[in-house]
């Protein structure tokens, strides 16, 4: 969804400045005019037309009210100073002057400036609202009476005609969508073709509908129709086409449509009374849209670098600090995000998108104290913006129930898993309480098909986790459920982000999940602890060490380690390619135990992963993924030898909250100097957030 309309367009108060300076002008300059020696009614009255013909409108009504002074019962000066006020804005006054005229007006006339009344009307509401906490209210009013004299039988259709296309406008800017595209599809219907500025509302409302094609359509029009350039309170309408050529799967023309708006828009301008050049507000904004562009299709660092340049030159730019920040959150700085969103709020406190953006920052660090109070505030000041209807109602999935199930089904010739295995976890996790916790209920089922026998693990618990900023923790209790071994698993454990680039994690179990399942079949079970230190530069590189100590009940300790290091290769819109190492070991104190445990062992890999994206609808989205490890496997007293595994899988977002995943996955190495292989195929179900 475009965030360019998530807060009105930064020059969009400057017509209204404007105004109201060539007002003030007006009305103290023309007492000084008045009593400039001009005999001649005629000559000033020709000056007023040749400067109105010119378009230096404001000098024109300073020399009408001039001449007006002079001649107050003036006719033709009346009715030019109503067009006048109405052509540079001023049709409140304009409206309450014209009922004065000798001979009144017509009703068609009063009705076409009642029309040009809501024109100024329409663009005036795209400024700050007059109450904050009503920001529809102007929006509101404009809907209102340009629907009025829209259906009103009593006017020519001409006239009804021009206020159904204003009407479109000022339904687009009021956040009703749905109306405006139903009286275009009438407008469509009876043959009308619409100009230009009404197709581009029609387009911004097709798009809030989710219909990218048809908004992509109407764009292409509008700008053959008006190619530009625009008004300074316009958007630009190829950002909006190119978020509709992007929301409707065509990448490749999305990006040849920013990046050459981008090359063409000047940096900087010169302005007619100004000596220095100043910077290009369109250029700027051809800029920030490009580089949004990047970040939604999954390449944030191209993103980020000319996000903080341009940060860098315009440190006091809403807009580039709110997109800064969501560049930041998608590469994995939950914390700087953090501090430029706030940035971002600070500069221009009616910024929903930069309040919407501070939410999703707290959620990211499991800190959700304050994400009801940003949400509400966004809300108050935004009620029909897509954006933050999107976040409220991800913060409701999230808050609510969470259940996961997956199942991992395994068929070959391994010491660990005999020649078919099967794992299969299901979670239920309730609504947050207090935003701090959830209670747990889990369930763990395994199998295997061992040589000497078949062999199961079976647990149901209960458990707690915890929230607080950048640390997750929980505590669970899983008693045994089989016959194999009867004690409970008592767990504990966190996952603690230091900052945006460390963080750590410990796991304890007293007896852990991951203890094989042969030692299962001779009752043998283990206390694990596993833990880990992770680096994560951003999304291009990371490396991680984990420790691991497993005290078997037996009497066998076995201490493993494993090192990874990954780096992004290649990233292109929708694609990423990752190159890594992985290296690993282990030490058992026994050897002679009916599982694997090796005295020493020793492995490493070259990895690979490729992720792309298959097609995408909104939230409804199909990912494929495909990882290759191929190295070489050392076993204190036997040979060294190759080991390679080779896994796909797919991920399938049915809609928002509701995701299936499947992979197929194959693995060879040798385990005691004999080549052991295993296919596993993997099922996944999440629902929540």
């Not at 191209?302 to 580039?320: C, F, G, K, V, W």
Request: include cysteine.
């Amino acid at each position: 969804m475009r965030t360019i309309n998530s807060t009105p367009p930064r020059n969009a108060r400057v017509p209204r400045a404007r105004l109201c300076l060539a007002l003030a002008l007006a009305l103290q300059a023309h007492a000084t005019l008045a009593a400039t020696p001009t005999d001649s009614r005629d000559a000033l009255m020709a000056q007023v037309r040749d400067e109105r013909a010119q378009g230096h409108r404001v000098d024109a009504l300073r020399h009408l009210q001039a001449l007006l002074d002079r001649w107050p019962d003036d006719r033709e000066a009346r009715e030019m100073n109503v067009a006048l006020l109405t052509e540079i804005g001023a049709t409140t006054r304009a409206r309450e002057l014209a009922p004065g005229q000798q001979p009144p007006p017509s009703a068609l006339d009063l009705a076409r400036l009642e029309a040009d009344h809501v024109t100024h009307e329409i663009r005036w509401a795209n400024g700050e609202p007059a109450n904050p906490a009503a920001p529809y209210a102007e929006a509101d009013q404009a809907v209102a009476d340009a629907r009025r004299l829209a259906d009103d039988p009593s006017l020519p259709a001409d006239l009804r005609r021009r206020e159904t296309f204003d009407l479109l406008v000022a339904l687009d800017q009021a956040g009703r969508p749905d109306e405006a595209i139903q009286r275009y599809d009438a407008l469509r219907a009876a043959g009308v073709e619409l100009p230009a500025y009404a197709e581009r509302a029609v387009a911004d409302a097709m798009l809030v509908r989710r219909r990218p094609a048809e908004a992509a359509r109407l764009y292409e029009s509008s700008i053959r129709k008006d190619p530009g350039p625009y008004a300074g309170s316009d958007i630009e309408p190829r950002i909006g086409l190119m978020y509709a050529y992007n929301e409707s799967g065509q990448t490749t023309k999305a990006f040849a449509t920013i990046d050459e708006l981008a090359a063409k828009e000047q940096p900087w301008v010169r302005v007619r009374g100004i000596r220095l050049p100043i910077q290009n507000a369109r250029k700027v904004d051809a800029d920030l849209n490009a580089a949004v562009l990047r970040e939604y299709v999954g390449m944030p660092r191209a993103a980020y670098d000319p996000l903080y340049a341009m940060s860098r030159e315009a440190p006091m730019n809403t807009q580039i600090r709110r997109e800064l920040g969501n560049a930041e959150l998608a590469r994995g700085w939950p914390r700087r995000a953090l501090d430029d969103f706030h940035i971002a709020s600070t500069l221009d406190s009616r910024d929903v998108s930069a309040l919407v953006g501070e939410a999703e920052a707290n959620r990211a660090l499991n800190d959700y104290d304050d994400v009801d109070a940003l949400l509400g505030v966004a809300q108050t000041m935004a009620d029909r913006n897509g954006r933050v209807d999107r976040a409220v109602q991800s913060w409701d999935r999230q808050r609510g129930w969470q259940f996961d199930i997956g199942t991992e089904q395994g068929k070959g010739s391994s010491p660990d898993y005999g020649d078919r295995d099967g794992t299969t976890q299901a979670t239920l996790a309730s609504p947050l309480i207090d935003d701090h916790w959830r209670v747990l209920a889990l369930a763990r089922y395994s199998t295997a098909d061992l040589p000497e026998g078949d062999v199961r693990r079976t647990r149901y618990g209960v458990g707690v986790r915890g929230y607080a900023e950048g640390i997750t923790a929980y505590v669970q209790a899983l008693p045994s459920a089989d016959r194999y071994v009867g004690k409970t698993a008592l767990e504990a454990g966190f996952d603690w982000s230091l900052n945006d680039y460390w963080s750590v994690a410990a796991d304890y179990s007293t007896a852990g999940e991951d203890t094989p399942l042969r030692a299962q079949y001779y009752g043998i079970s283990a206390k694990t602890l596993d833990t880990a230190v992770t680096w994560r530069a951003s999304e291009l590189t990371q490396a991680r060490l984990g420790l691991s100590r497993d005290t078997f009940s037996d009497g066998n300790k076995r201490t493993g380690w494993l090192a990874s290091f990954t780096q992004r290769l290649h990233t292109a819109p929708n694609l990423t390619v990752d190159g890594g190492v992985e290296l690993g070991g282990s030490l058992n104190t026994d050897t002679d135990r009916p599982y694997f445990n090796p005295r020493r062992d020793n492995s490493y890999a070259l990895t690979g992963r490729l992720e792309n994206l298959l097609g995408q609808y909104y939230q409804r989205a199909i990912t494929q993924r495909i990882d290759v490890a191929v190295g070489q496997y050392a076993e204190k007293g036997y040979a060294t030898d190759w080991m390679a595994t080779v896994r796909y899988g797919q991920t399938l977002q049915a809609r928002e909250g509701l995701r299936f995943g499947w992979a197929i996955g194959w693995h060879n190495q040798p385990y005691d100097g004999r080549r052991e292989h295993r296919v596993v195929l993997d099922l996944t179900l999440h629902w929540g957030e």
